[in-house]
């Protein structure tokens, strides 16, 4: 009896492994890159399902998101984009310190006893944004500059490189803090998501957090047109994307797949929080196409 059952766990072992391995294959395997067309298709798919759920969208509180789109109809000249994250923006309270997102000349007082208890990365994003000296002086953002931050305190945290990534982009942007420490800092933390995106074929919502980063940290070079068409495959037919890549039906309408936790019982739903990173996403790269073709016909 033992030997089968361990024969059976030998068994199931292998299959496990073999199946990892496959996925970390075909996750790195050589592919030609998105044509400009299909990466607007994509994007422009990715708009609509944006207006087919505004309302939703201008209720919600993470303005960050907002900040994606905003940045995306800059990029991009979208009207579109840029229309709806206005609406948004002029809703806000005018002292709300996300002010800071859209408008670097915010007088919105960024106390840190005012900020409640928001998470670690929210508050570099702030320093970031503002260059606030008190914020800049706290040990928790002080300790997101340093390159082993998530390793020593999110050590499971998916997502935590991919933040802590931004915050240091919104310094640079801005100027806080020594910048050639910072830049520095930014390629070690490149490096370190390019290894994620290596290893964890999960083509979930922080799979596309990370050729994000790789892209709008000024490191295109470094994303595989694999996981550049791995991001366009896993685009829902409604436009946007989700937090779940299914693998398995389990019934008409659930599956057993990927999540952020690893694998579990679900069904794919598109989000605003993996949407609007898609749509940032796309606008980076169909800029950088226009700007590439602009280049050619210059020189010819």
């Given at each position: 009896m033992i030997k089968k059952i361990t024969k059976l766990m030998a068994l199931i072992l292998g299959l496990v492994i073999l199946t990892g391995a496959v996925l970390v294959y075909n996750n790195n395997r050589q592919l030609p890159p998105p044509s400009a067309a299909e990466l607007n298709a994509a994007l422009d798919k990715s708009i609509h399902w944006l207006l087919a759920n505004r309302s939703q969208i201008l209720s919600q509180k993470n303005s960050i998101l907002i900040w994606m789109l905003s940045e995306g109809g800059h990029r991009t000249g979208d009207q579109r984009l840029q229309k709806l994250a206005a609406e948004y923006v002029q809703a806000m309270p005018v002292f709300s310190p996300w002010q800071f997102f859209f408008n670097s000349n915010s007088l919105a007082p960024l106390k840190p006893e005012h900020l409640g208890e928001l998470p670690d990365y929210n508050l570099l994003f702030l320093y970031g944004l503002s260059c606030d000296q008190t914020l800049g002086e706290l040990d928790i953002v002080r300790r997101q500059q340093e390159e082993n931050f998530c390793r020593d305190n999110h050590p499971f945290g998916p997502a935590c490189l991919t933040h802590q990534l931004?915050?240091?982009?919104?310094?640079?942007?801005r100027g806080c803090g020594p910048q050639a420490e910072n830049v520095a800092l930014i390629a070690t933390i490149q490096d370190k998501i390019e290894r994620q995106l290596t290893w964890d074929p999960r083509v979930?919502?922080?799979y596309i957090q990370r050729v994000l980063m790789l892209v709008e940290?000024?490191?295109?070079?470094?994303v595989k047109p694999v996981w550049l068409r791995n991001v366009l495959k896993a685009q829902l037919p409604d436009g946007g994307w989700g937090g779940f890549q299914p693998l398995i039906p389990v019934s008409a309408s659930r599956y057993l797949g990927f999540s952020q936790k690893l694998i579990g019982l679900g069904r794919p739903t598109s989000n605003?929080?993996?949407t609007?990173?898609?749509?940032?996403l796309l606008s980076l790269l169909t800029e950088k196409k226009a700007r590439s073709a602009m280049d050619s016909q210059a020189a010819n």
């Open positions: 931004m915050g240091l982009r919104f310094m640079q942007r979930v919502d922080v940290s000024g490191a295109p070079e470094r605003l929080h993996a609007a990173q898609g749509v940032l």
